[in-house]
């Protein structure tokens, strides 16, 4: 079995969001970035244990400059036996989707993982598109993988409920919480992640066809106003006659 | 022409469906064109979606749309908008509406702006579109240049508004195509709200000291007629089911009114909630980060304070 593990760097959760001086670009100074929380603890990890039961090989992706390259060995460390880079900056989620289509196009992978969503732009639209670049089925927000030969049984977190299907293999998955539990790297996977293989490739040309304009901070929270803790009748006459919400 | 994905969850049109052609219909006023509201499989009372504004509401009745395939599906919007020449299409932030989005985009070559909260703005041949980044904690503003545009409508941005009549359904043949998804079972909890349509949530974290105390989070959320949600450590030690998560790892939602009692507020469950337009707060300790996020806050025994709470709001109820 051969999985392909799409990883995405993003700043840290705890980090402060802030803009250049004209908002139109992200201030990444003094940000600690991470590798995105949905595509290590879950995708990865579960295209590492199913390569552990079943054999094969688990490669890690990842769209993005040099500077991403501890990120990606922290993936070969966690478990990823090799890793790609394709060698720019992604400025939408349409030109990763397509970035990681091309690469997949001609390796034949089993299975394709990546997080339900990216922490930074929230948008959910990576795994999709790349599903429809390749022609293959689409799994979004699976909360359990389950591999028997080519079948796959899974679990999608829906509104309100799940919902239990199958697949055959190939298909793309986007991995939510439930799919598998974080990993630490060890020392063994730390020291063997630097030996690995990491290749660099050079990306496809795409046209753009969003463009960011504007990033702007939401208007600060006028800030808590405290109520009686005796004098609930208070906090419902605000939330009718202030909020407006009941 | 502006074509709506109108969302049938085994065969019913829900509040999303309702407010993704609200959307579109002031899209396409906006436009100066007609919508279009498209619906896939049986689908009860199709014709309703004509009074948020549906000029035409077309169904694909293929048995084969009973099931969710977001390839099957995405074929089937594709194909409806290539015949009545859509420039604008439009689906629901949901499960499945995100991954029909993103499909729709590669697929017709268009520019795909996901989980907008607003009205765009036309500017000649771009729209320019509004969405929650970062969590909730920043705001960016998209422009879509491609002659073809695609959005997905984040859930509770817009209220669902009755501005038409019913309109008579109009059968299309879309061809379902062999999709590859087998759906086996679906299995919802009946009689709720799901989070993400939620307009009040209450939520308890580890405050609440034990599962069997629950009541009170229960009854709150009964007279409220709220949905029900927890904190992580919570859902971690099996106290609540995991639907029950909001936050950062669990489900974001953005309901109108969000009561989080005995919730420290770590960055980690605001990421989830900070999109709420009113957060309450309930928690004895003064100094909880999550008071800094808060609109109303009450410092105080939630053993004492929710109880007193819901015997004030069902006073309320009873007088209103």
Redesign the interface.
């Known amino acids: 079995m051969k999985f392909l593990v799409c990883i995405s760097q993003t700043p840290d959760t705890t980090a402060k969001v802030s803009f250049n001086a004209d908002g139109t670009e992200y201030n990444a100074a003094g940000v600690q970035f991470i590798m995105n929380p949905y595509d290590e603890w879950y995708a990865l990890v579960r295209a590492c244990e199913l390569r552990e039961a079943l054999g094969g090989t688990v490669v890690a992706l990842n769209v993005g400059p040099a500077a991403n390259e501890t990120t990606i060995r922290k993936a070969l460390a966690i478990g990823a036996d090799e890793a790609v880079r394709i060698n720019a900056d992604p400025k939408s989620a349409a030109f990763t989707a397509k970035q990681i289509a091309e690469y997949a196009r001609n390796e034949n992978f089993d299975i394709i993982f990546l997080g339900k969503e990216t922490i930074d732009y929230n948008g959910s639209e990576v795994g999709a598109m790349v599903a429809e670049y390749l022609d293959l089925p689409y799994v979004s927000y699976a909360s359990k993988l389950d591999l028997d030969g080519n079948t796959a049984t899974l679990e999608r977190d829906i509104e309100g409920g799940v919902e239990v299907l199958e697949v055959d293999t190939p298909f793309v998955v986007s991995a939510a919480k439930g799919m598998a539990e974080q990993r630490i790297p060890n020392m063994r996977g730390i020291m063997t992640a630097r030996t690995k293989p990491l290749k660099e490739v050079q990306p496809v040309a795409f046209d753009e066809s969003v463009e960011a304009a504007q990033f702007t901070l939401p208007p600060a929270k006028a800030g808590v106003k405290l109520v009686d803790p005796e004098n609930m009748d208070e906090l419902v006459r605000l939330l009718h006659e202030e909020a407006k919400i009941i | 022409m502006v074509l709506i994905f109108a969302e049938s ?1 085994r065969g019913n049109l829900k509040k ?1 469906a309702f407010e993704a052609v609200t959307y579109g219909k002031k899209v396409a006023d906006l436009l100066g064109t007609s919508c279009i509201a498209l619906t896939l499989g049986a689908v009860k009372d199709a014709g309703e979606l004509g009074r948020y504004g549906a000029g035409r509401v077309l169904n694909a009745a293929d048995p084969a749309f009973n099931n ?4 099957t599906y ?1 074929g089937a919007i594709a194909d409806v908008a290539k015949s009545n020449g859509a420039t604008v299409i439009i689906t629901s932030h ?3 509406g ?6 729709l ?3 017709l ?7 907008v909260n607003s009205l765009p703005e036309v500017n000649g041949g771009n729209l ?1 579109v509004k969405k ?15 002659p073809v545009k695609v959005v997905s409508l984040m859930g509770n941005a817009v209220k669902p508004e009755v501005s038409g009549d019913p309109v008579s359904v109009e059968a299309v043949s879309a061809n379902a195509g062999a999709g ?10 009946e009689g ?6 939620a307009e ?1 949530v209450v939520s308890a974290g580890r405050g609440m000291k034990d599962p069997s105390n629950w009541g009170i989070v229960e009854e709150l959320a009964e007279t ?1 007629g709220a949905t029900t949600a927890c904190s992580r450590p919570v859902a971690d030690s099996h106290w609540r089911p ?2 029950e ?1 909001v936050g ?3 489900i ?1 939602i953005r309901p ?2 969000y009561i989080a009692i005995g919730i420290s507020g770590a ?2 469950h605001l ?1 989830g909630v900070n999109n709420s ?2 957060i ?2 309930i928690n004895k300790d003064s100094e909880a980060p999550f ?11 939630l053993f ?2 929710v109880p ?2 819901n ?3 069902k ?2 109820k009873a007088a ?1």
């Open positions: 969850p999303a969710f395939d977001s390839q995405a949901t499960s499945s995100k991954s029909v989005a993103g499909r985009a590669v697929r070559g268009a520019g795909l702006v996901s989980g320019r929650s980044v970062f969590s909730g904690k920043a705001v960016a503003e998209y422009e879509i240049t491609s590859r998804i087998r759906v086996k079972e679906v299995k919802t909890q709720r709200v799901p989070l993400p349509e009040i409220l995991h639907n998560h950062q790892t669990g974001a109108n009114l960055i980690q990421a337009k009113v309450v707060v008071f800094k996020a808060a609109d109303y806050g009450v410092v105080g025994d004492e304070v007193r709470l015997a004030a709001l006073k309320f209103h």
